[in-house]
């Protein structure tokens, strides 16, 4: 199913230049991470203390767009200019979920939004990330597949943020988590189901 990671390699060729622009004034991969891990931490505190006020919420597209571009640059610089560390493939793992965590959570604290519910896909967005991370230990590839990957997830929290600002609660807030919900869901039922095939004599992709 197409998702929104497929146009990664396009949106590359936007930022290429960023990246080398970055390596030249002497900034790692590794710090570009954590700067996209830092800026998600200042979105979701930001629609925290303001109670989820419709103004913050209008700012977390742009938000998501920049940690999206930071994600970007970060692997650039560490595959095409020699940045590629250990530490830098654990902080890749490891500040994706924690970055979701921190910008998606505070969106609780609007009084439209069902808490459990959105701690519910949140949560399941952190699944569908961990069964892609751990596809190589049966011996697969790293797995990006959706239809509710990181990508998209950022583009439906987006979205949401817009819709919530613009038009408060309503029966909409439910439905549309619970849709996030299932996407999810199914991300990680699909990324485990293609790691096992992968890795299954006779079948391909």
Known sequence: MPTIYDLKPRFQRLIRPAAAGLVA??????????????????????????????????????????????????GIM?????????LGALLNELTDPAADALLYLPLAFSPHVPGALLVAVVTAGILAEMAGAVAPTVGARRRHDGPFGKSDRAAFFGLFAVLLAALGGGAWVAWALWIGLALSAATVLNRCRKALRENTPGEGE
Do not use: C, F, K, Y
């Open 78 to 86: 560490a595959r095409e200019h020699g940045q590629q560390t250990r």
């Open 25 to 74: 004034r002497g900034i790692t991969a590794n710090q570009v991470t954590l700067a996209g891990l830092a800026l998600s931490g200042l979105g979701g505190l930001l629609v925290g203390l303001t109670g989820a006020h419709w103004a913050a919420l209008a700012l977390l597209p742009a938000i998501l767009l920049v940690r999206m571009a930071l994600n970007a640059i970060d």
